[in-house]
């Protein structure tokens, strides 16, 4: 019979918190959508279409949303122009994407983990679609000199497979930032390939 330490050393490193990223990254706000130095060098098919066709910054988004992400519609229009006024005066925040092992060429392929919220903030933002300080849109801040001292943290994971991507997922959020309702998407994902959920 294990003791409550060896159980406990088991827990935790079986824990999704146990695994460290591959990689992290600095990402200028400013270019977090642009083709080459955001998000999209991490992705080199969704990076090609944006470059082909110019998709916005939502469309972006959606192509880097894994099947078993929660809907990125859960914060509210005062959260989101709260949370980037709170980027703006500095406010350090992280983004998790995933990559799988022998799927693409290295890192060629990274979808969004964790953060589908903030960046959808930030596409908001960036969209026009409010202003932040009461009175100053994306345009306005675009030429300002404040952008270059504005960055995102990206921490980059390796993952097998999507299932085992979308495990991490689940842990992750389970009992802390999803409901139930929110995590249902994974779970249903976890089912459709025969996975226990």
């Known amino acids: 019979m294990k003791s409550g330490l060896e159980r406990l050393k088991e827990i935790v ?3 999704a918190f146990y695994r460290s990223p591959n990689y992290s990254v600095n990402v200028s706000f400013k270019d977090l959508f642009k083709p080459v130095g955001g998000l999209l060098a991490y992705n080199s098919l969704v990076q090609e279409l944006t470059e ?3 998709l916005s910054p939502y469309e972006i988004l959606e192509k880097l949303t894994p099947e078993f992400q929660r809907s990125n519609q859960k914060w509210t229009k005062n959260m989101q122009q709260c949370f980037v ?3 703006l005066c500095g406010c350090e925040t992280k983004v998790q994407l995933y990559d799988v092992k022998g799927r693409g060429g290295e ?4 979808l969004i983990l964790d953060g589908l919220q903030r960046l959808t903030a930030i596409a908001a933002f960036h969209s026009g679609e409010f202003a932040v300080f009461d009175e100053l849109y994306w345009e306005d801040l675009k030429s300002g000199g404040i952008f270059p001292r504005l960055n995102l943290i990206v921490n ?3 993952f097998d497979s999507d299932i085992e991507a979308c495990r991490f997922y689940i842990q992750m ?6 409901s139930e309702a929110d995590l249902e998407t994974a779970y249903c994902f976890m089912r459709k390939h025969g996975e226990k959920v």
Do not use: V
């Not at 890192?107 to 990274?110: A, E, K, Q, R, T």
């Not at 959020?173 to 999803?178: E, V």
């Open 13 to 15: 490193t079986q824990s």
């Open 52 to 54: 082909e066709i110019a």
């Open 85 to 87: 006024e709170n980027l």
């Open 107 to 110: 890192l060629d392929d990274s």
């Open 156 to 158: 980059i994971y390796q």
């Open 173 to 178: 959020n389970k009992g802390i930032t999803h």
